[in-house]
């Protein structure tokens, strides 16, 4: 199991190492970075400087290299640097200093803030709304998909492929701006829900912070249609094919009730595919709950990235891209984990 493990985090690395790349030349080189950094007034030296800073008068070669230190967690600094960028990290060594750190994703050209504080501050509230989209997608694709599995052919079985089909089908943004409209705005006076929010209010007279189940409801039931659906298409296929199986007959023979040889046999050994869909929708809901976040106004990683895309604020799209790669990459490592746990024979 071990050594499994340590050769998919290796090909992960390799991945994070092409998304780093692929980043860096999409994204270095749109505009002229000094310009947006500086706006409409500025001199020649200022500009100049600015450049400088941003290593922009070096060749791209070295510019690509100066990237991969900054956002690497195993890099070279000089004292001069781990100052003035505010690197976290443990340094040891002389002038150049060799050190385990943070990631340094760079500054925001419109607020000169760093970009992992900035999207560290929208994290929580991805999130919060990935975990809650994911609980609804699999407290109630699981349950249904089992349901229509053993009851197969009747109209419980046609209800469920006809929903999930439907959830399928429809994109995320036209369902957000259909539930958004609906639920937040005609009928609003009876569900007591609204079409924006973040995931907290604040109070009044302390000013603190309160965390909003409300705001939460709508965005989190948008983002978790698509999954809600594969997942139930995903249980009934396995669970069609696991209820054919030789030891589920034998299961019933010995008299163990229907309850106990599905939802313990039968379930368990059709959760391969399920475990797939539920980490990989996870990743993919992390990284690309854009259109939702930014139609129910809510405060995350997604609604970060499109203000900053609006602004040509680019060291902040590319952090939330390489943020988004690492979290695929995680997850990716999860399910590989769980599936040796559901079925030993994977890691061998």
């Known amino acids: 199991m071990a050594q499994y493990l340590i050769k998919k985090i290796l090909y992960s690395i390799l991945v994070l190492a ?3 790349v692929l980043v860096f030349f999409l994204f270095q080189g749109f505009g002229d970075p000094a310009r947006l950094v500086m706006g409409q007034t500025g001199d020649a030296k200022t500009q100049e400087n600015i450049r400088k800073e941003l290593y922009l008068d070096q060749p791209k070669w070295k510019q690509f290299l100066l990237y991969v230190n900054d956002v690497s967690p195993l890099a070279i600094h000089s004292g001069e640097e781990i100052s003035t960028k505010q690197l976290k990290g443990i340094f040891i060594g002389g002038e150049q200093k060799l050190g385990i750190k943070v990631p340094y994703l760079r500054r925001s050209y419109q607020s000169k803030r760093e970009v992992g504080a900035i999207l560290m501050q929208a994290l929580p509230g991805t999130i919060m709304l990935t975990i809650a989209a994911m609980a609804i997608a699999v407290v109630i694709g699981i349950p249904l998909g089992v349901v229509a599995a053993v009851k197969q052919n009747t109209w419980l079985d046609t209800s469920a492929i006809f929903s999930s ?5 429809a994109p995320s943004f036209f369902m957000g701006i259909v539930i958004a409209y609906l639920f937040g705005f005609v009928w609003t006076q009876y569900t007591g829900l609204q079409i924006s929010g973040n995931w907290f209010d604040i109070d009044e007279v302390t000013g603190e912070r309160i965390f909003s189940f409300k705001n939460l409801l709508l965005p989190a039931i948008t983002l978790g249609i698509r999954p809600l659906a594969i997942i139930t298409q995903l249980t009934r296929s396995a669970m069609l094919d696991v209820l054919d199986q030789d ?5 019933y023979a010995k008299g163990l009730s229907k309850w106990i040889v599905v939802w313990r046999h039968a379930l368990k050994n059709a959760l391969n595919p399920v475990i797939t869909a539920i980490t990989g929708w996870f990743a993919e809901l992390l990284a690309g709950a854009f259109f939702v976040e930014y139609i ?3 405060q995350g990683i997604g609604k970060v990235t499109v203000d900053a895309l609006e602004k040509l604020d680019y060291p902040v799209v590319m952090g939330s891209v390489l943020i988004s790669a690492t979290f695929f990459v995680l997850m990716n490592i999860i399910a590989d984990l769980l599936y040796g746990v559901f079925d ?5």
């Open 18 to 20: 092409g998304v780093v």
């Open 165 to 169: 089909i439907v959830g399928i089908s």
């Open 247 to 251: 030891y589920i007959r034998t299961a």
């Open 296 to 298: 129910f106004g809510w």
């Open 344 to 348: 030993p024979r994977v890691s061998r």
